[in-house]
């Protein structure tokens, strides 16, 4: 006869979650949310980069070689970076 504590206790196993109190988010929800925030980071960083080169090749136009091609190494920089979980930028201090 499986009581109440042996289910969760199972249920909790097998989702990989981690039992809380009553009225806390979900391990999972947890995960879900670091997700979308990765989500939104990588669009604002690919905004961003798509700017610079719209930038950039306005300076081309306007003959400012030096300046575009500092907005053009500084987008390929933004193509680079990838959001961490933030548990490792705590740890990365």
């Not at 980069?49 to 003959?63: Q, S």
């Amino acid at each position: 006869m499986n009581d109440s504590k042996t289910v969760t206790a199972s249920h909790t196993h097998l989702h990989g979650l981690e039992p809380r109190a009553f009225g806390q988010e979900t391990l999972a929800a947890d995960k879900l949310e670091d997700m979308r925030v990765k989500r939104m980071l990588a669009r604002r960083l690919a905004e961003k980069a798509k700017n610079y080169e719209r930038a950039a090749a306005k300076l081309e136009i306007r003959g400012d070689g030096d300046a575009a091609e500092v907005l053009h190494r500084a987008a390929d920089r933004l193509r680079h970076i990838t959001a961490k979980p933030a548990k490792e930028l705590l740890s990365s201090g």
